[in-house]
C-alpha cells in the first residue's frame, strides 16, 4: 500500500473538513428560498424558491419584512450583501395590514434534503474512492496527484453549493474558488499527463495566465464577501469567467483531438473528449449559460453536476486500464440513438403539454423533452445488450441466424473436401430454415451437364433449367418461384454451384432476415471451398518441390516451414499462458481462500477440496510445462548453452539416463535462427532417447570452428537398423531434425547397429544464403 506524504495529507484534510462543515451547515439551517426586493419601505418578499422552505409553508407574497431574530432587516447580513433571506431562525413579515411571525425554523423539505446534501455527500464519498483507486494503482507521477486534485477540487465545490445557496459566507467562497480552479487543474493536468506521454500541443503558459485570473476573482469576491459589500456588478463575473474557462478547456481538447487524431494517441483524446462532453454540456448548456443570459436554469445545478461523476470515471479507467473498448463503436451507437429518439421524444413531449391539466412553460416543456430523450437512449443501449447477451438463452437456438453461424464456422473446420462441406450446409439450412427438401447441384456452364450430391427429380432439374441462366447470377443470388427457393454458393466462368429448396414448410415466401442469412453462409461456404481448392494445390506443389531420390525439401521452403511452425508455437504458447493458465492460477487462489475462510466445514469436505486444489496445482505445472516446451521461456536472454542446460535438467528428472554435456570448444555468436534450431534438434534427440534408445549414458557435444558449428549425440541405447534409413527416420520422428538442418544448410550423418547404441553429427556453417525472406 502507498503511504501518504504529509502535504497530500494536509490537502486531503482540508477537503475533507471543509466538506463536514458545509453539510453540518446544510444539516443544521434550512433552506429558506426566500428572494427580498428593496424599495423604499424597506424589504419586500418578493419570490419564493420552490425548493425552499418558505415555499413549502406557504409563506405569502409579496409582504413586508418587518423584522428578522427580532432586529431589523438589514442588520442581518444575507438581505444587506444579496437579497435573499437565509441563515434565520425567526422572521416577521406584514401583508394586508397582519403581522405574521415564523418562530423556530427547523427542517427543509426532502427533495431539499436529496439534492444538497445527501446527494452531494455520496458524490464525495464516490470521489474519495476513486482518488484511493488512482492512488493505489497509478505509478507515482505528478499528472496522477493533480488528478485526484481535481477529483477532489469538483466534488468539494459540488457539496459547497449546499452552503452557498445559504448565503453562508465560507461556503460562498469556496463555491465560486473552487469551480473556477477545477478547469484550470484539469488543463494543467493534460500539459502534465501527456509531456509524460511525450506529446504537446500547447504552451503552459497557459494555464499560468488562467490560474493567475482564477486566484485573483477568487481573491477579489472573498474581500467582498470579508467586508461585507457584495456589489452588484461583481455578480455575474464568476459565472462569465467560468464560461470562457470552459470554452478554453474544450478548445485545447478538441485542438489535441484533432492533430493526434490518427496516430496511436488518438484514441485517448478520444476518451477524454467524450468524457468532458458528457460530464461538462449538461452543466454548460443547460444551467450556465440560461443562467448567465436569460437568468433562468433548465435544470438545477445538483443535477447538472451529477454528471461530473463521467469525468473521473473517465480519466480513471484511462490511466488503470491498458486496453481500451472501441470508443468510435460506442459513440456511433449512441450518436445513432441519439437521432432515433429525436421524433418519439418530440411526438411524446407534444402530446404530454396537450394533455396536461395546466399551461407548461417552455423551459417546462424543455426538461420534459430532455428527460424522455435520454430514458429513450438509455432504453435502445440497454435493449441492444440485452439482445446480445440473452437472445440464445430466450429464443430457440434452432431458429437464431447467429447460433447457426457460429455451428456453421465451426463445422467448415472440421470438412477436408467441398462435398461434405455443401451436406453440413445443407443439414443447417433445412434445421434452421425448416424447409421441405434440400438439393445441392452444380451445372456445367457450357455443356449441358449436371452434377448431383444426391438424386434429384427430373421435373425439377427441368424447373431449374427455365428459370436459371448461369450469367446472370453471382455468389449469393436468391432466386424464387413457384416450386421453391435457391441460392448460390458457387459461380465461375465454367460452373454454377446452387443449393435448391423445396419451399418452407409454412408455404411462406422467405423473409427479409432469411435472406440475408442464406446469402451470408453462401459467401462463407464460398470462401471455404475456395481456401479448399488452394491449400489443394498447394499441397500439389510442395509435393512436386520435394525431391525424390533425397526425400528433402528446397533449403529456403524447409526454413520457411519450420519459422511458420515456430510462430504457431510461440502464439500458441502465449494464448495458453494469457487465457488458460490465468483461468487455473484464478481458480487455484479462490480455492485456496475457500478453504481458508470456511474453517468451520467438516473435515470430509476440506479433505476433497484440498484434493482438488492439488489437481489443480498439478494442471499449471504442467500447463506451464507445456507452454515452455512450447517456447523456450527466457531463451533469447539466456543465451544457447544456458537454455540446453535447462532443458537436458528437465529430461533427466523425467528419464532413467544420465546426459553429460560439453561445450568447451563453442563461442560462436548466433543468431535466433540457429539458436533455436540446435535447441529444437537436441529436444527431439532427448526425446527420441527417452522414448526408443533404452540407454543408460547420453553425450552431447556442441562445437564450432571458423566456419562450422558442429553438435554430436551419442547414446549407449539399443541402436537400429540402418538397412531401412527412410522407414526408421518417418517412424522415430527423425525427419524433422533432417529438415531443419537442411533448412540451415547442413549435413548429418548417423552411426549406429542394433545394440551398439546411437549416434549423430550435425554440421552447418554460420551463415545461410537467404534464397527467400522468411
Given at each position: ?29 434550512p433552506?429558506?428560498g ?6 423604499a419601505?424597506?424589504?419586500?418578499v418578493?419570490?419564493?424558491n ?39 431562525d ?41 482518488s ?73 503558459s ?10 485573483f ?25 467560468l ?36 460530464a ?20 438545477p ?12 470515471i ?6 488503470t486500464r ?60 440497454v435493449k ?51 424447409v421441405?427438401?434440400i ?33 446472370s ?46 446469402q ?34 528446397p ?77 523456450p ?12 542446460k ?48 533404452n ?17 554430436v ?10 538397412s ?8 522415430i ?26 549416434t ?15
Amino acid at each position: 500500500m502507498k503511504k501518504i506524504k504529509i502535504q497530500q495529507l494536509i490537502i486531503l484534510s482540508f477537503f475533507i473538513v471543509s466538506s463536514g462543515y458545509l453539510i453540518m451547515v446544510a444539516a443544521s439551517n434550512p433552506y429558506l428560498g426566500i428572494d427580498l426586493e428593496e424599495n423604499a419601505q424597506g424589504y419586500t418578499v418578493a419570490g419564493l424558491n420552490k425548493d425552499g422552505w418558505a415555499a413549502q409553508n406557504n409563506i405569502p407574497f409579496p409582504a413586508r419584512l418587518i423584522s428578522v431574530e427580532g432586529q431589523s432587516p438589514d442588520k442581518h447580513f444575507t438581505v444587506a450583501m444579496f437579497n435573499e433571506l437565509e441563515m434565520a431562525d425567526s422572521f416577521t413579515i406584514e401583508r394586508a395590514g397582519k403581522t405574521i411571525s415564523y418562530q423556530n425554523i427547523e427542517s427543509s423539505s426532502p427533495l431539499h434534503w436529496a439534492l444538497y446534501i445527501i446527494l452531494p455527500s455520496v458524490f464525495f464519498l464516490a470521489i474519495l474512492a476513486i482518488s484511493y483507486l488512482v492512488h493505489q494503482r497509478v505509478p507515482r507521477r505528478f499528472s496522477a496527484h493533480q488528478l485526484i486534485l481535481y477529483f477532489l477540487t469538483i466534488a468539494t465545490g459540488y457539496i459547497s453549493n449546499s452552503g452557498a445557496i445559504r448565503d453562508d459566507l465560507y461556503g460562498i467562497f469556496l463555491n465560486t474558488a473552487l469551480f473556477l480552479i477545477a478547469p484550470v487543474i484539469l488543463i494543467h493536468f493534460l500539459y502534465n499527463y501527456f509531456k509524460e506521454l511525450s506529446v504537446s500541443w500547447f504552451s503552459k503558459s497557459l494555464y499560468y495566465v488562467l490560474y493567475f485570473i482564477s486566484i485573483f476573482v477568487s481573491v477579489l469576491e472573498s474581500y467582498f464577501l470579508i467586508t461585507h459589500t457584495y456589489p452588484d456588478y461583481f455578480n455575474p463575473v464568476p459565472g462569465w469567467l467560468l464560461l470562457g474557462l470552459y470554452i478554453i478547456l474544450f478548445y485545447v481538447v478538441y485542438r489535441g483531438l484533432y492533430i493526434h487524431f490518427s496516430n496511436e494517441n488518438g484514441t485517448v483524446f478520444k476518451y477524454m473528449s467524450v468524457g468532458m462532453t458528457v460530464a461538462f454540456f449538461p452543466y454548460i448548456v443547460l444551467y450556465l449559460l440560461p443562467a448567465l443570459i436569460i437568468h433562468k436554469k433548465i435544470i438545477p445545478l445538483e443535477v447538472a453536476a451529477v454528471f461530473l461523476i463521467a469525468l473521473p470515471i473517465t480519466f480513471m479507467y484511462l490511466i488503470t486500464r491498458e486496453r481500451l473498448i472501441d470508443i468510435n463503436f460506442v459513440m456511433s451507437r449512441l450518436r445513432y440513438y441519439f437521432f432515433l429518439s429525436i421524433v418519439p421524444s418530440v411526438i411524446i413531449t407534444v402530446l404530454f403539454t396537450l394533455f396536461a391539466p395546466y399551461s407548461l412553460s417552455i423551459i417546462t416543456c424543455l426538461q420534459i423533452y430532455l428527460i424522455v430523450h435520454l430514458l429513450l437512449i438509455a432504453f435502445l443501449s440497454v435493449k441492444e445488450v440485452l439482445d446480445f447477451k440473452l437472445q440464445r438463452f430466450l429464443f430457440a437456438a434452432r431458429y437464431s441466424y447467429q447460433e447457426s453461424m457460429h455451428r456453421i464456422s465451426k463445422n467448415m473446420k472440421d470438412q477436408s473436401n467441398a462435398v461434405d462441406l455443401m451436406k453440413a450446409l445443407r443439414d443447417e439450412i433445412r434445421n434452421v430454415l425448416d424447409v421441405k427438401d434440400i438439393y445441392i447441384y452444380s451445372k456445367h456452364n457450357k455443356r449441358n451437364m449436371y452434377c448431383v450430391y444426391d438424386r434429384i427429380p427430373n421435373h425439377i432439374l427441368d424447373h431449374l433449367e427455365e428459370q436459371i441462366d448461369p450469367y446472370s447470377f453471382d455468389i449469393g443470388t436468391i432466386v424464387e418461384t413457384e416450386e421453391g427457393f435457391g441460392v448460390v454458393v458457387g459461380f465461375s466462368l465454367e460452373k454454377l454451384t446452387m443449393l435448391w429448396c423445396r419451399g418452407k414448410k409454412d408455404f411462406t415466401n422467405l423473409n427479409r432476415d432469411e435472406k440475408t442469412y442464406l446469402q451470408t453462409i453462401s459467401h462463407n461456404a464460398n470462401i471455404a471451398i475456395e481456401n479448399m481448392n488452394l491449400i489443394e494445390d498447394l499441397v500439389k506443389e510442395l509435393k512436386r518441390l520435394r525431391n525424390d531420390q533425397t526425400q528433402k525439401y528446397p533449403t529456403w521452403l524447409s526454413r520457411l516451414l519450420f519459422t511458420i511452425a515456430e510462430n504457431q508455437r510461440k502464439q500458441l504458447s502465449i494464448d495458453l499462458h494469457d487465457t488458460v493458465l490465468q483461468e487455473q492460477l484464478y481458480l487455484y487462489r479462490r480455492m485456496d481462500e475457500l478453504i481458508n475462510r470456511h474453517q468451520s466445514l467438516s473435515e470430509p469436505i476440506i479433505s476433497e477440496l484440498m484434493i482438488y486444489k492439488e489437481s489443480l496445482l498439478d494442471s499449471i505445472h504442467l500447463i506451464r510445462e507445456t507452454c515452455n516446451e512450447l517456447r523456450p521461456a527466457f531463451i533469447e536472454e539466456l543465451g544457447l548453452v544456458q537454455s540446453l542446460k535447462n532443458l537436458i535438467q528437465q529430461y533427466q528428472l523425467r528419464s532413467n539416463f544420465t546426459v553429460y554435456f560439453t561445450n568447451m570448444n563453442f563461442d560462436a555468436d548466433l543468431d535466433q535462427e540457429r539458436i533455436l534450431a540446435i535447441y529444437r534438434v537436441v529436444q527431439e534427440l532427448l526425446a527420441n532417447a527417452m522414448k526408443h534408445s533404452n540407454a543408460k549414458i547420453v553425450n552431447l557435444s556442441l562445437s564450432n570452428d571458423e566456419n562450422n558449428v558442429q553438435l554430436v549425440y551419442s547414446d549407449n541405447g539399443i541402436g537400429m537398423d540402418l538397412s531401412f534409413h527412410r522407414d526408421i527416420f518417418s517412424h522415430i520422428g527423425l525427419s524433422g531434425i533432417e529438415q531443419r538442418v537442411n533448412g540451415l544448410n547442413g549435413n548429418l550423418k548417423i552411426n549406429t547397429a542394433p545394440g551398439d547404441g546411437f549416434t549423430m553429427t550435425i554440421e552447418f556453417p554460420y551463415s545461410v544464403s537467404k534464397e527467400v525472406e522468411v
